[in-house]
């Protein structure tokens, strides 16, 4: 169930919300709503930040408490999940629809849901796949990944897509935080592998600006590995399409430690991952991919 891009502002009417949390992301979200058409009730802990949005037609309301009572449908967009509760704390939200864009893990986002239920609103988790600059802005690509409630996101899927794309991944309110944090967490390896390349040449008559063609196209053209990775993870076969093995790339790992040892450049990015290998290939699985390492971290045998 998934919206791509924002939608078009040209429809009426538009439905009425509250947004509590007006910092870099929340101003972005209310300014989206605001220029859709919606008529937005905006609360803020330090009053001041909100002001910027009043002027653009935004009520600023003096308690989170009032502003939950303004509308219907609530959105939170605050720091981490203690501020939803804190910033909840004392309102009636029964009849209401709670959606959570605050970054969060699984475990919270199921919490909060009960906790939201208990108090009889709907709700919905949010894990927000972009910054501040995205949203809004038509074709940026920025997303948001919904858990939950599937009959208060089929209600109010226009009115969340005005900001950016929806993509509603299931009853289980968890799962929006959990899609969230495993696209950032391999966004983060990512990223800890082209540190190291630009350490690597970082000593060398190599300009950084340069390298970064040859470096982005490589890792292009290795991404959709993703999809044999899938596909041997549902099939259980480890060993189903494998072009370099497992004992060929722990092989290949020496390599990559010499160079970094020559070119002056601490492994320790590298060598959690290359340990993993090891660890495998020790079990007798030199025949598999890299997939099998999902088992190691997952039971830790």
């Given at each position: 169930?998934?919206?791509?891009?924002?939608?078009?502002?040209?429809?009426?009417?538009?439905?009425?919300?509250?947004?509590?949390?007006?910092?870099a992301?929340?101003?972005?979200l209310?300014?989206?709503?605001?220029?859709?058409?919606?008529?937005?009730?905006?609360?803020?802990?330090?009053?001041?930040?909100?002001?910027?949005?009043?002027?653009?037609?935004?009520?600023?309301?003096?308690?989170?408490?009032?502003?939950?009572?303004?509308?219907?449908?609530?959105?939170?967009?605050?720091?981490?999940?203690?501020?939803?509760?804190?910033?909840?704390?004392?309102?009636?939200?029964?009849?209401?629809?709670?959606?959570?864009?605050?970054?969060?893990?699984?475990?919270?986002?199921?919490?909060?849901?009960?906790?939201?239920?208990?108090?009889?609103?709907?709700?919905?988790?949010?894990?927000?796949?972009?910054?501040?600059?995205?949203?809004?802005?038509?074709?940026?690509?920025?997303?948001?990944?919904?858990?939950?409630?599937?009959?208060?996101?089929?209600?109010h899927?226009?009115?969340?897509?005005?900001?950016?794309?929806?993509?509603?991944?299931?009853?289980?309110?968890?799962?929006?935080?959990?899609h969230?944090?495993?696209?950032?967490?391999?966004?983060?390896?990512?990223?800890?592998?082209?540190?190291?390349?630009?350490?690597?040449?970082?000593?060398?008559?190599?300009?950084?600006?340069?390298?970064?063609?040859?470096?982005?196209?490589?890792?292009?053209?290795?991404?959709?590995?993703?999809?044999?990775?899938?596909?041997?993870?549902?099939s259980?076969?480890?060993?189903?399409?494998?072009?370099?093995?497992?004992?060929?790339?722990?092989?290949?790992?020496?390599?990559?430690?010499?160079?970094?040892?020559?070119?002056?450049?601490?492994?320790?990015?590298?060598?959690?991952?290359?340990?993993?290998?090891?660890?495998?290939?020790?079990?007798?699985?030199?025949?598999?991919?890299?997939?099998?390492?999902?088992?190691?971290?997952t039971?830790?045998?």
């Open positions: 169930m998934t919206d791509n891009a924002p939608v078009s502002s040209t429809r009426t009417p538009r439905t009425p919300l509250t947004l509590l949390g007006t910092g992301m929340g101003t972005a209310a300014r989206a709503w605001l220029a859709a058409g919606h008529p937005v009730t905006v609360w803020n802990r330090t009053p001041a930040r909100a002001e910027a949005l009043a002027a653009e037609g935004a009520t600023v309301a003096a308690s989170a408490a009032g502003a939950v009572a303004a509308n219907r449908l609530v959105i939170a967009c605050l720091l981490d999940d203690a501020s939803v509760g804190e910033a909840l704390d004392g309102a009636d939200l029964t009849g209401r629809d709670l959606v959570n864009l605050t970054t969060g893990t699984p475990a919270q986002g199921r919490a909060r849901a009960a906790w939201a239920e208990e108090r009889g609103a709907r709700f919905l988790d949010a894990g927000i796949m972009a910054v501040p600059p995205m949203i809004g802005a038509a074709d940026s690509g920025a997303y948001v990944f919904y858990s939950g409630s599937a009959a208060l996101f089929e209600e899927r226009d009115t969340l897509a005005v900001p950016a794309g929806t993509s509603y991944v299931g009853a289980d309110p968890g799962f929006a935080a959990l969230d944090v495993a696209l950032l967490s391999a966004m983060e390896g990512m990223f800890a592998g082209i540190t190291h390349a630009f350490a690597l040449i970082r000593r060398e008559d190599i300009a950084p600006k340069d390298f970064a063609p040859l470096l982005q196209g490589w890792l292009t053209a290795m991404a959709p590995m993703v999809h044999t990775a899938a596909d041997q993870l549902e259980g076969d480890y060993g189903k399409g494998v072009v370099s093995n497992l004992a060929m790339q722990v092989a290949g790992n020496a390599t990559l430690l010499r160079t970094a040892e020559e070119q002056g450049v601490s492994p320790e990015l590298l060598t959690p991952y290359m340990a993993l290998m090891e660890r495998r290939l020790a079990a007798g699985n030199g025949h598999e991919d890299t997939s099998g390492l999902v088992d190691l971290l039971t830790g045998s």
